[in-house]
C-alpha cells in the first residue's frame, strides 16, 4: 500500500505555531487534491483543509484564519501552516491525497498543543 509521509508534529504552547510536511510518493498517479485530517479519540476523523490542483481551497471552520494549507504539485507535497493554536487542535494529523486511483494516507503525525 503506497504510503504519505508526514512531519513536523509536536508539543507546542497555547498560541504557538508548527508547520506540517507531506508527500506523496511520484508512483501516485494524477493527483488531484491534497489535504490534511485530523482525529482524536473516539472522534471521527474530519477534514481539515484541503487544496485542489486549480488553487481551491476548503478549511474547516475551526481553523480558518489560522491555519494555511499550501501545495507544490509538481514534487507532490502539501504543508500546513497552523498558527494561534489551541488546546483543541490536539490530534493526530493526517496527510492525505485524492487520485484518480484511489485515496492515500500517511502514518498520522501527533500534534499536542498545552501548556
Known amino acids: 500500500q503506497v504510503q504519505l509521509v508526514e512531519s513536523g508534529g509536536g508539543l507546542v504552547q497555547p498560541g504557538g505555531s508548527l508547520r506540517l510536511s507531506c508527500a506523496a510518493p511520484?508512483?501516485?498517479?494524477?493527483?488531484?487534491?491534497m489535504g490534511w485530517y485530523r482525529q482524536t479519540p473516539g472522534k471521527e476523523r474530519e477534514l481539515v483543509a484541503q487544496?485542489?490542483?486549480?488553487?481551491?481551497?476548503n478549511y474547516a471552520d475551526s481553523v480558518k484564519g489560522r491555519f494555511t494549507i499550501s501545495r507544490d504539485n509538481v514534487f507532490n507535497t502539501v504543508y500546513l501552516q497552523m498558527n494561534s493554536l489551541k488546546p483543541e487542535d490536539t490530534a493526530i494529523y493526517y496527510c492525505?491525497?485524492?487520485?484518480?486511483?484511489?485515496?492515500?494516507w500517511g502514518q498520522g503525525t501527533q500534534v499536542t498543543v498545552s501548556s
Open positions: 487544496k485542489t490542483n486549480d488553487g481551491s481551497t
Open positions: 511520484r508512483s501516485i498517479f494524477r493527483i488531484n487534491a
Open positions: 492525505n491525497a485524492l487520485g484518480i486511483l484511489g485515496t492515500y
